[in-house]
């Protein structure tokens, strides 16, 4: 009769140690993310794509207001730089006199310009940059 009791006992705890296995399987993240149902998986999808896109945007902004002539006062000229993560971009620059005002704008790759920059347009992609 022992020996009964003690071969069910054994197979009753190798069923329930298969049973914990297979709960194991269901519940235990796989990195691949194949246990998650394919809405979530599908928001990961959608979230990657949207982290790659903003990359591409125009998200590093500064501005730098100043006095362009010394017999002007309040500031008038501005210069604007918007760049992406990587540094690209453009410098806008309006240069305001008494009679007229000016605008230019210059290229940005890589944090830096072709042209010739302004103190000022340099110190717009230094406050604009990470």
Known sequence: MLAVLAS???VL???AAGLAVV???RTSPRADGSDLPTDVLGLRQEVAA???ETGAG???LAVVRY????DMGGHLSWSLALLDDSGDGIVLSSIHARSEARTYAKNIAG?????????EEDEAI???RP
Request: aromatic share 10%.
């Open 8 to 10: 069910l006992s054994f």
């Open 13 to 15: 705890a190798l069923t």
């Open 23 to 25: 709960a194991l399987r």
């Open 50 to 52: 949207l982290r790659a």
């Open 58 to 60: 125009l998200r590093h």
């Open 67 to 70: 006095d362009a002539f010394g």
């Open 111 to 119: 944090w830096t310009c072709e042209a010739q920059l302004s103190p």
């Open 126 to 128: 230094a406050h604009a």
